[in-house]
């Protein structure tokens, strides 16, 4: 810091001097930073002129397809003269304003190509602007869409040792630009996602194929090395353009950067993809060329909103017509603004995973300690007063397939019954012998169990409240938790789950939905410094393992069942799984929006019949 | 002067050097991206294996920091997973001028991520400097000439509030305030959080309109504590002997305060806020996050906590860089401001 | 009267000399006059006693039972501050909460301060090369931004450190971890300002005589060039206990802090502001936490700029 020292006359004038250079040199400073500070709004602002361009385009497009519906033979002159006509010539006809639907979004997706994301954000957009091989209704059971029909045995589509299945496409089907969709396109799906080349998210299902072939334009015919009972839940979730890609894949020997992942211009569904502004919005436009017919709104807008907060308060402004996932503290706001909250299972359940491996507490691998957890919880009051009642306490990760089907009738649900949870562990020796409320075990050691879980505030909520449940029945539960990435990490990357340093793991999960099919539990997938990729962070257990793997070949579905129904009964005699929670989808549905269903698998799957009235 | 310069640029690049390796090993070391691929369920040990090995994550750091540096098409890697390396890789590294792919928008570009969201920061940022350097030299000048009466001590009291306040306080609270209590009450409101309002697009009025919250929560708390810094310097330069000639002189208090002190007085706010200037591009992680602005704060929050190294690292030295710069920058402006101070 | 007068005169030289104020003394009495500066400490005072002193009437146990039938519960006569989202008495977790705001507060100021006046000690009396690196070692730590380096510390660490148990109340690990690494980002300034002043320092005459009677530079450091800088040492670690508790609360926000079970101020807040219903309709839920806050950092940022004031006179308030 400076300081000016000297007060004669002769130093007063040098400073003055000094100070209109200062001032003019300031003077300068300030003009250069109002000019790039305008430079920089103006270039800002720039920017962004032309989506307004593409509104222009499309609203013309529109009135056009409004004018060939009707079958008025005159010639487009202008806009405004066109719309001036139809009004008058108006009979029974509604008028011409666009129908635009918007969805409030809180993340925006990662990628356009399902194989490339597994985001739901992203993979629900599907039924939208592309198709599926079959989709899903809301009983989650599968209709075709590409195909005539879904493949089984009876109709002679499953072979009869079930490797071979033949699907026959429909002769109708085409690209929104016109190509016809053919069996080729199946081939070229199967071969990308296979490829070393391209870094997707996941192979499942396909790497249990041993080859797909296109016997004609219409057929195509999957083999697989041994029977594979889960087909039907994840085969072809989504067919590529391979007109659109194969160029791609060909210059660049890798489909991860086309341009189509990110804008999928080119789609198979009742919208049409438009743009994407990054962190903005995403824009879908009726697809003229739908085979299927045209859908009832004429836009739909996908907005990106940055939290809960004000994906609420869009709706309840009437800002956006559809959300997602409301915090449950925000549903009776919701409700009282008009908005609509519908539940939809989609197989997911949050339940507590239970360590039973070698390397957990001996708390966690007695059998009968988990089976006083059991007891101890009033999961009922759990889920009527953190959720608010609008989930119940699921008894398997089953109990969401097909209605329940899949469940042991045998199974008794587990009661809060604190005083038999106390009572099951005084006959089994866990004594609070020195009286701090902890029981300890035979040799003295203390009850401690550590839970943990991801950082959401539900679920720290919800171990704040059953560490207190169980403080009462003489269990101390030791809470932690972490960021998701560092939970579900592998063991490679130290994540505790995978270590086996967590007694308790809470999250939420499902099988392999709509099928059944699980793979945690087999032993085969302990981690291990040899196979840190291992997902079974639980505990082999060699019955439940013969079960399981049994399941899978078994194609034979009354057969099937029987073996999975045994698989919960074993689970919940054993505790091996907890339910807390179960987490259905939970979508909010603004006034403006009619004729809305959901489905678990594909929430879309209407999306046709979707409808607006103000 | 030009041998400072090139000094100091000389300086800065082993500590540009520095700082990529240590917040590259962090980065590196927490978490693991590919276990969050899963989306809503947990990755399979087939893919999770087949993704780390294609991203490039299973080898060991320093590998994987050589890599990010200067590329791999210069080695071969293992492409389909049989353990012998088969291919060149197709990355050109930093020092080429390539940031790296996202690991979390894969197929994307790190450095089109980050092109995209900077533009939005810089427009919130620039004019919130502009906006508390006028109000930090107004309120404070007003402050120091009135020093000790009610107003004063009225500024004083609530500009100790003001930066004694968390930002997302502020935030909220003007939020709750100008929104929607503001909307309760029938009055002109302010609308709550994003860039623009979808239906009406990306007007400049749109934009103009949403940039008023953010700014004023950002602005009020730095307003706060620089004008308590330009009172103090203004205080001092008044007490300064010259300022006594002058008034002594005759000249008019309004020539004596804009003809002397301020410029005096102001000086030192042109360091500091140069100074600013980089951390701004940090983006306020926290205003934008409360005001859903589609800013890099933001863009850095949401790829920390999925491990995305690229683009995390490409924000890093980015704000890395422009500090270096504009370091250098402010010390040859306040050289060249005033004349007195050489540097050899 | 001439006698008189000239005796009273001749009086009054014989009388001894009161003895001169020591440099504390100075000091106390200057800040005594700094009225905002009084206000601030007694305010922090009685903040201490709140979250301390609160221990006697409401049990810890009490702040973490929870009761899911009363949650969310505007301010009664029970509950003065009303519940929370799992039925928690709001009122006793900010004063649980409140000793570990201050506590993070104080340890993280600590190490920032120890971190940083033995950086800028040894780069400054040493000078020449490990001057050169310490201070671009600075340099590089300075170049990013805190908030960023926080995030990504946070990140490194999180989960390492395991819970703990101290005095039979059992802490998140994190507590630590904010600690340490709010420590680690925020000794730089400090850094800067000591060596500086150990620069000038180094070269006075009282420093030359030590060196020539053979006293060893370890003595010299912290028996005689310290303490004639503990003025902005002070005023630093005061200022910096206020940057820890908003820097604990930032972090906190963006869900990267202390983890639950342990309460802070800012965690309290994080949780606040996660959802439109309590923004708007729960308004104790974030309000007293931040008033808290508030309040606790306004009464530190007065009692330093009192302290700068009394400690060091040439500066102008």
């Known amino acids: 810091m400076v300081i000016f020292a000297g007060a004669s006359p002769a130093t007063y004038n040098a400073r003055k001097d000094m100070e209109e250079i200062v001032s003019r040199k300031i003077a300068k400073t300030l003009s250069i930073l109002v000019v790039l500070a305008m430079l920089a709004v103006s270039l800002a602002a720039c920017g962004t002129a032309e989506p307004e361009v593409v509104v222009e385009t499309v609203v013309e497009t529109v009135i056009e397809t409004v004018e060939v519906e009707k079958e008025v033979e005159k010639t487009v002159v202008e806009t405004v003269e066109v719309e001036k006509e139809v009004e008058k010539v108006v009979t029974a006809t509604p008028a011409p304003t666009n129908k635009i639907a918007t969805f409030a979004w809180t993340q925006e997706p990662d990628s356009m190509n399902w194989v490339y994301s597994n985001m739901w954000f992203s993979s629900i957009l599907q039924q939208i602007f592309h198709c599926w091989a079959w989709e899903f209704d809301s009983d989650n059971a599968a209709f075709p869409r590409l195909l005539t029909e ?113 804008a999928p211009t080119v789609g198979c569904g009742p919208y049409d993809f438009v743009e994407w502004e990054s962190g903005s919005y995403m824009r879908f436009v009726k697809n003229p060329n739908y085979w299927l017919g045209q859908p009832n709104i004429d836009e739909i807008y996908l907005q990106f909103v940055p939290d809960d907060a004000s994906q609420t308060a869009a709706l309840i402004a009437g800002d956006a017509d559809l959300g997602t996932f409301p915090p449950i503290s925000d549903v009776p706001i919701l409700e009282a603004g008009g ?62 397939l097909a209605g329940g089907m899949y469940v042991s009738p045998d199974i008794v649900p587990w009661s809060y019954d604190p005083e038999g949870a106390k009572a099951l562990l005084e006959d089994n020796g866990y004594v609070d012998s020195d009286n701090d409320g902890i029981r300890e075990d035979k040799d003295g050691n203390p009850l401690t169990l550590t839970h943990g879980t991801t950082i959401r505030e539900i679920r720290q909520d919800n171990q704040a409240v059953t560490q207190q449940m169980l403080r009462e029945i003489g269990i101390d539960m030791q809470i932690q938790s972490w960021d998701a990435d560092l939970f579900f990490g592998s063991w490679a990357d130290g994540s505790p789950a995978a270590l086996g340093d967590v007694d308790i793991m809470e999250w939420s ?66 505790v091996y799984w907890l339910g807390i929670w179960d987490d259905p989808d939970m979508w909010i549905v603004g006034p403006r929006l009619t004729n809305v269903s959901f489905s678990g698998v594909t929430p879309f799957y209407t999306i046709m019949e979707w409808d607006i009235v103000e | ?96 001028g390539e940031l790296g792919k996202s690991l979390v928008s894969r197929g994307k570009e790190a450095w089109d991520i980050i092109w995209e969201r900077l533009p939005n920061t810089l427009l919130l940022m620039i004019p919130a400097e502009i906006v508390i350097i006028l109000f930090s030299l107004i309120v404070g000048i007003f402050s120091a000439l009135r020093q000790y009466t009610l107003a004063d001590n009225v500024i004083t009291a609530i500009s100790f509030i003001g930066y004694s306040m968390p930002i997302f306080f502020v935030a909220l609270i003007s939020m709750y305030l100008f929104s929607v209590k503001f909307k309760e009450w029938g009055l002109p409101f302010l609308p709550t959080v994003g860039m623009f309002d979808p239906k009406l697009g990306k007007t400049p009025s749109q934009v103009a309109l949403h940039m008023v919250l953010p700014i004023f929560s950002m602005a009020s708390i730095s307003i706060a504590g620089y004008s308590r810094y330009v009172r103090s310097q203004m205080l001092e330069t008044i007490s300064q002997d010259y300022i006594r000639t002058a008034r002594a002189k005759g000249l008019s208090e309004r020539a004596v305060i804009s003809g002397h002190a301020l410029k005096n007085a102001s000086l030192p706010l042109v360091t500091i806020i140069g100074l600013d200037i980089p951390l701004l591009l940090g983006g306020a992680i926290v205003t934008e996050t409360i005001f859903a602005w589609p800013g890099m704060g933001r ?46 | 009267m001439e006698i008189a007068e000239s005796n009273s005169i001749t009086n ?39 979250c301390f002193g609160g221990t006697l009437f409401l049990t810890e146990e009490y702040a973490n039972f929870t009761d899911t039938k009363i949650i969310l519960q505007p301010p009664s006569a029970e509950h003065p501050f009303g519940t929370d989202t799992v039925g928690r008495d709001i009122l006793a977790r900010t004063i649980y909460g409140g000793q570990i705001s201050l506590l993070i507060g104080i340890s993280a100021a600590m190490v920032g301060v120890l971190i940083g006046v033995l950086i800028g000690a040894l780069a400054g009396y040493y000078g020449g090369l490990v001057d050169g690196i310490l201070m671009r070692f600075t340099e ?35 507590v630590i971890l904010i600690v340490v690494i709010i420590g680690l980002t925020s000794w730089m300034y400090l850094a800067r300002i000591v060596r500086a002043d150990f620069l000038s320092l180094k070269e006075r005459e009282f420093i030359v005589a030590a060196n020539t009677i053979g006293t060893r530079n370890r003595a010299i450091i912290i028996r005689h060039i310290l303490p004639n800088t503990m003025a902005p040492i002070i005023v630093a670690a005061t200022l910096g206990v206020a940057n820890a508790i908003l820097s604990e609360a930032y972090i906190s926000f963006l869900g990267l802090g202390v983890q639950a079970p342990t309460a802070t101020w800012g965690n309290m807040l994080q949780v606040a502001s996660s959802g439109f219903h309590k923004i708007q309709n729960a308004p104790w839920f974030w309000f007293f936490p931040g008033m808290f806050i508030v309040l606790t950092v306004l009464s530190i940022n007065f009692l330093g700029d009192g302290l700068r004031d009394a400690l060091d006179p040439t500066t102008v308030t």
């Open chain 1, 150 to 262: 879904i493949p089984s045995m009876a109709n002679g589509g499953v072979s009869e040792d079930g490797t071979v299945v033949t699907m026959n496409l429909r002769d109708d089907i085409v690209w929104s630009d016109g190509t016809p969709i053919t069996a080729d396109d199946f081939v070229f799906t199967y071969e990308m996602i296979m490829d070393p080349n391209n870094t997707v998210v996941s192979q499942y299902p396909y790497d249990a194929l041993s080859g797909v072939e296109a016997t004609d334009e219409r057929t195509v015919v999957m083999t697989f090395a041994e029977p594979f009972a889960a087909w039907e839940a994840w085969f072809w979730r989504g067919v590529m353009p391979k007109h659109i890609l194969e160029p791609v894949y060909e210059a660049e020997g890798s489909i991860d950067e086309a341009e189509w992942n990110l």
């Open chain 1, 339 to 400: 908005v609509e909250v519908m539940v939809q299972s989609s197989g997911y359940a949050e339940g507590w995973f239970f360590n039973f491996r070698d390397m957990a507490s001996p708390g966690a691998q007695d059998v009968v300690v988990r089976q006083a957890i059991a007891m101890a919880l009033d999961r009922e009051a759990i889920n009527s007063d953190l959720l608010l009642g609008l989930t119940h306490a699921p008894e398997t990760l089953w109990d969401p």
């Open chain 1, 509 to 574: 999960d499902s099988t392999a939905f709509p099928d059944p099919d699980h793979y945690y539990w087999l032993c085969s997938e302990l981690p291990s410094d040899e196979y840190p990729w291992g997902a079974n962070y639980f505990g082999c257990d060699e019955y439940l393992d013969g079960l399981f793997q049994e399941q899978l070949g078994m194609l034979d579905p009354d057969a099937r069942t029987e073996v999975i129904r045994e698989i919960t009964k074993h689970m919940h005699e054993n």
């Open chain 2, 1 to 96: 002067m030009s041998r400072y310069v090139i000094r100091r640029l000389l300086q800065a690049i082993p500590l540009l050097f520095i700082i990529s390796l240590v917040l590259f090993v962090l980065m590196r070391a927490s978490g693991d991206p590919v276990a969050t691929m899963g989306g809503r369920r947990v990755m399979r040990p087939e893919d999770r294996q087949r993704l780390a090995r294609q991203l490039g994550l299973d080898k060991p750091i320093y590998t994987q920091y050589l890599y990010w540096l200067i590329g791999n098409d210069w080695a071969t890697i293992d492409t389909d997973g049989d353990g012998e390396p088969d291919m060149p890789g197709d990355r050109r590294g930093v020092l080429r």
């Open chain 2, 299 to 344: 863009l850095f929050v949401d790829h920390v906590s999925r491990g995305d190294t690229p683009v995390v690292m490409g924000i890093l030295m980015i704000i890395a860089l422009a500090v270096v710069i504009f370091q250098l920058l402010t010390d040859i402006l306040y050289a060249w401001l005033d004349p007195r101070i050489r540097y050899e």
């Open chain 3, 12 to 50: 009054m030289q014989f009388e001894p000399e009161t003895k001169p104020l020591t440099f504390r003394e100075l000091s106390w009495r200057r800040f005594r006059r700094h009225k905002m500066a009084m206000a601030g400490a007694v305010m922090l005072a009685l903040l201490v006693v709140y």
């Open chain 3, 140 to 174: 590089a730590m300075f170049t990013i931004p805190q908030l960023f380096l926080l995030l990504v510390m946070a990140k490194y660490f999180a989960g390492k450190i395991p819970n703990v148990q101290v005095m039979g109340r059992s802490f998140s690990g994190s």
